[in-house]
């Protein structure tokens, strides 16, 4: 299992997403994965799609997030943290006009660039790093 702050993603869940059954906590069978439904018009959709690939092109908060031969489409932040450093996050979608995965990356209190860190310089690399080995096997 994949753990975070001691909450675990479980193979089940991976297996439903691909088509398969998952468990709940006690071994039950969750219904099976309902085809998705669009809930707002393509056009708001293509719209929100070149935002969010703006923000990964030249001159954008994420262009860390690039992978050579993907358009990704993402949103940088970085937010205040009365407890010290900012927290930095980059969420994004790949490939951008054909999306396969979906991506959240939170660094809290700044990783290692402590109260220099934003979401553009520490989370979008990493994030291009996850999504260079889902897409590209490295």
Known sequence: PIE???RHACPDFVSAEKGGHRRGHAGEHAPARQEPRRVFPASVADGVTAA???????GGTGGKAVLDGYRV???TGTAQNDQ??????????????SPKYAIAVLVENGGDMGSEAT????AAPM????????????
């Open 127 to 138: 994030a291009s790093q996850v999504l260079s080995t889902l897409l590209l096997g490295r």
């Open 52 to 58: 969010l690939s703006a923000v990964t092109e030249e």
């Open 119 to 122: 979401g553009g310089r520490v």
């Open 84 to 97: 010290g450093a900012p927290h930095a996050w980059f969420i994004g979608f790949a490939p951008a006009d």
């Open 73 to 75: 489409a993402g949103k």
């Open 4 to 6: 975070s702050h001691r």
